[in-house]
Nanobody
Framework: QVQLVESGGGLVQPGGSLSLSCAAS????????MGWYRQAPGKQRELVAT???????NYADSVKGRFTISRTNAKNTVYLQMNSLKPEDTAVYYC??????????????WGQGTQVTVSS
């Protein structure tokens, strides 16, 4: 199977920046999509940004122009650069990957989550 390990996150003041990273390891046959989701207290998990192997990026409207997703295919690592952070960006951020772990089998894999808090 595939394991996702996140790093980054923490506490930042409004207007500040943070960077998250997520490294995929394990029985990776191929990765279709890697991305980030977030879940604020009392709310459903929502998409933040995704990036396909063909470098097609998709962003939530709320983060367009502020967040940038990137990926190093060779290292199966995805990054999320978050700028101009707002208090409403406060959430647990989860790394996600839709990946094949064999030639014919794929699944949806999740990291353990990392807290991002935007507060003065």
């Amino acid at each position: 199977q595939v394991q996702l390990v996140e790093s980054g996150g923490g506490l930042v003041q409004p207007g500040g920046s943070l960077s998250l990273s997520c490294a995929a390891s394990g029985s990776i046959f191929s990765i279709v999509v890697m991305g980030w989701y977030r879940q604020a207290p009392g709310k459903q998990r929502e998409l933040v940004a995704t990036l396909t192997g063909g470098s097609i990026a998709n962003y939530a409207d709320s983060v367009k122009g502020r967040f940038t997703i990137s990926r190093t295919n060779a290292k199966n690592t995805v990054y999320l650069q978050m700028n101009s952070l707002k208090p409403e960006d406060t959430a647990v951020y989860y790394c996600n990957s839709k990946a094949y772990y064999s030639a014919t089998s794929w699944d949806d894999f999740w990291g353990q989550g990392t807290q991002v808090t935007v507060s003065s």
